[in-house]
């Protein structure tokens, strides 16, 4: 059995606002989650989810005035297994065009003995809740939360009682990021193949970065059949956070032969939101983060400056421009070799002979030596100091 979906296309459901946000410290002001949203938006993210609007009078205002100024995507908000939780969530969402009722619940016996459910108490809940979302929107995502350490056959059966409550998605939280990539596929594909009506609606997946697995966890589970993945910008999210956006969008641009599913974000804008996320947030974004870190085109050392100036793809498997970067870096520091030298010297409108470059090598690596990277003002500065001794 295969889901009835485009299967070449993947959604990107974002959750920057609504779990990024939950990371302790990452809050921000309802205008900065306005502007965050219409970058989602312009960039091509099918679904923003845009925050918990029973949480707090204000996350209820900034999803509804997210909801009013959505051009393109889908405006979700995510609500509890109760019907307070449901209509506040409806009452956020229903000013956009296109709009989802996100409903999740806590299905491992870890989860269930918090409310202290049993299986058929939490099995009617869902039944309830389901079928209340699907009354007020016909865009209904259900989550069983912490799928991953849930029991197998009380999945499915959960599963099966949402999809039949009116759930168009099914997402697959591996809330503790507790999952590998093989059984991520797995789980997916087997969910797919066993619980009745799975053809009929999205699979989603929701991956946590506890292991470091977040990102290769949510691409195996499109290899398994999943067809949204949920992320973040930056990777923002609780604990080591969620899977990176960024990451995903451009692991399927750039190894396309091997997973042959395709995304509808704009690629260009990545950097951009990127920063802004960083800035409003006040999460850093690590030098050596992939895709979106200050290194990530980044080359100092001399074999790989050389190569760099020789042809790109010695040392970069894809363009910085496809991600919104003016192009590669090459910065200066004791690692770096005379042709990067004489690169930088020539970008800033010195041509120098084989024995000025030689001379102003030496004098170079004393200073890299001492410093962590030299900057153009230092190497103008080797240039004139030369120039006066000469
Ligand atoms: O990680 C998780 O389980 C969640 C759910 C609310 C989907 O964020
Ligand atoms: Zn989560």
């Known amino acids: 059995m295969t889901n009835a979906f485009d299967q070449d296309r993947v959604l990107i459901f974002d959750t920057t606002l609504r779990d990024g946000e939950q990371s302790p410290g990452?809050?921000?002001?309802?205008?900065?989650?306005?502007?965050?949203?219409?970058?989602?938006?312009?960039?091509?993210?099918?679904?923003?989810?845009?925050?918990?609007?029973?949480?707090?009078?204000?996350?209820?205002?900034?999803?509804?005035?997210?909801?009013?100024?959505?051009?393109?995507?889908?405006?979700?908000?995510?609500?509890?297994?109760?019907?307070?939780?449901?209509?506040r969530c409806w009452d956020a969402v229903k000013h956009a065009e296109k709009n989802r009722i996100h409903t999740f619940i806590g299905t491992s016996a870890l989860h269930r003995a918090i409310p202290n459910l049993t299986m058929d108490e939490m099995a009617d809940k869902i039944h309830d809740t389901v079928t209340h979302a699907r009354n007020l929107c016909d865009n209904v995502q259900w989550s069983p939360m912490d799928a991953t350490r849930t029991e197998w056959d009380y999945l499915c059966r959960v599963i099966e009682i949402a999809i039949k409550a009116g759930a168009?998605?099914?997402?697959?939280?591996?809330?503790?990021?507790?999952?590998?990539?093989?059984?991520?596929?797995?789980?997916?594909?087997?969910?797919?193949?066993?619980?009745?009506?799975?053809?009929?609606?999205?699979?989603?997946?929701?991956?946590?970065?506890?292991?470091?697995?977040?990102?290769?966890?949510?691409?195996?589970?499109?290899?398994?059949?999943?067809?949204?993945?949920?992320?973040?910008?930056?990777?923002?999210?609780?604990?080591?956070?969620?899977?990176?956006?960024?990451?995903?969008?451009?692991?399927?641009?750039?190894?396309?032969?091997?997973?042959?599913?395709?995304?509808?974000?704009?690629?260009?804008?990545?950097?951009?939101?990127?920063?802004?996320?960083?800035?409003?947030?006040?999460f850093p974004v690590q030098f050596n983060k992939a895709i979106v870190g200050k290194n990530a085109f980044a080359h100092e050392s001399g074999i790989h400056q050389d190569g760099m100036l020789k042809n790109k793809e010695t040392f970069e498997i894809m363009r910085p421009e496809d991600v919104g970067l003016s192009g590669t870096s090459l910065p200066l520091g004791k690692h770096s070799g005379r042709a990067a030298l004489r690169d930088k010297l020539n970008t800033l409108g010195h041509e120098v002979g084989d024995n000025q470059l030689k001379d102003i090598f030496v004098r170079f690596k004393d200073l890299a030596d001492r410093k962590k990277e030299v900057f153009d003002d230092d190497i103008v500065a080797l240039m004139r100091t030369g120039e006066d001794a000469g």
């Open 168 to 282: 168009t998605t099914i997402n697959i939280p591996d809330t503790v990021g507790y999952t590998a990539p093989v059984e991520s596929a797995d789980l997916i594909k087997k969910l797919i193949e066993t619980v009745p009506g799975a053809d009929e609606v999205i699979f989603a997946t929701h991956c946590h970065n506890d292991l470091g697995m977040a990102t290769a966890n949510s691409l195996a589970a499109v290899a398994g059949g999943a067809r949204q993945i949920e992320c973040t910008i930056n990777g923002l999210g609780e604990r080591a956070g969620n899977t990176a956006l960024e990451e995903v969008v451009m692991a399927l641009k750039v190894r396309n032969d091997i997973m042959p599913w395709h995304t509808g974000v704009d690629t260009k804008k990545i950097m951009h939101i990127s920063r802004r996320v960083a800035t409003v947030s006040g």
């Open 26 to 87: 990452a809050t921000m002001t309802h205008d900065e989650k306005l502007e965050i949203a219409g970058l989602l938006d312009e960039m091509g993210v099918d679904i923003i989810e845009a925050g918990f609007p029973i949480a707090s009078e204000g996350d209820f205002n900034a999803v509804s005035e997210i909801a009013r100024n959505s051009k393109n995507s889908r405006i979700c908000g995510l609500a509890r297994a109760n019907f307070a939780d449901i209509d």
